[in-house]
């Protein structure tokens, strides 16, 4: 890793995303390890990796596919450097769950609301 150029930084906000992290298995742990990587040091990252979630100001969700299971990671950024995770869920329908997006929206609120 030493020496690559890092786009981004990729930063938890306290435990919301951790949580999720601990309960998954070391291969879905090593897929997401590897997915926050690529979206550091990718100047343009795909949409399979990264990507706007419609109709919210801001926020973004990292996609992770492990075999057949499908992980999401909502998150957004600081001052275009900086990713900062809120939570994560296991997505089991073609939709994201609106409670799962609320949610996001909420930690991103809290998170703005502390630094001023």
Same mark, same amino acid.
């Given at each position: 890793?030493?020496?690559?150029?890092?786009?981004?930084?990729?930063?938890?906000?306290?435990?919301?995303?951790?949580?999720?992290?601990?309960?998954?298995?070391?291969?879905?742990?090593?897929?997401?390890?590897?997915?926050? /990587?690529?979206?550091?040091?990718?100047? !343009?990252?795909?949409?399979?990796?990264? $990507?706007?979630?419609? =109709?919210? &100001?801001?926020?973004?969700?990292?996609?992770?596919?492990?075999?057949?299971?499908?992980?999401?990671?909502?998150?957004?950024?600081?001052?275009?450097?900086?990713?900062?995770?809120?939570?994560?869920?296991?997505?089991?329908? /073609?939709?994201?769950?609106?409670?799962? !997006?609320?949610?996001?929206?909420?930690? $991103?609120?809290?998170? =703005?609301? &502390?630094?001023?």
């Amino acid at each position: 890793m030493e020496g690559k150029q890092k786009y981004r930084n990729i930063i938890f906000y306290k435990n919301y995303f951790e949580k999720f992290f601990n309960k998954q298995q070391d291969k879905v742990r090593n897929k997401i390890i590897w997915t926050f /990587q690529l979206i550091e040091e990718i100047n !343009i990252v795909p949409e399979t990796y990264l $990507k706007h979630i419609e =109709e919210t &100001e801001g926020l973004y969700e990292i996609r992770v596919q492990q075999g057949s299971d499908i992980f999401r990671i909502f998150c957004f950024f600081d001052k275009d450097k900086l990713v900062v995770l809120a939570n994560g869920f296991q997505k089991k329908t /073609q939709k994201t769950p609106k409670k799962e !997006i609320e949610k996001a929206i909420n930690i $991103k609120e809290e998170y =703005e609301n &502390e630094k001023k």
